[in-house]
């Protein structure tokens, strides 16, 4: 059975490609995949760094 469309553009639940952790001096732990939204990234970077 070929695979569904949307099997072709994202991974199943629980891959995550490209998968980083971001560890802040603050405590805080991001984790991130491969479909990270820059720019959404960079705003909660900012604002975690505008509040330590």
């Not at 490209?18 to 939204?37: H, W």
């Amino acid at each position: 059975m070929p695979p569904a469309p949307e099997d072709l553009i994202r991974p199943h639940p629980g891959a995550r490609p490209g998968a980083i952790d971001i560890d802040l001096t603050s405590g805080v732990r991001l984790s991130v995949d491969s479909y990270v939204n820059e720019k959404a990234l960079a705003r909660v970077l900012r604002a975690f760094r505008d509040v330590s």
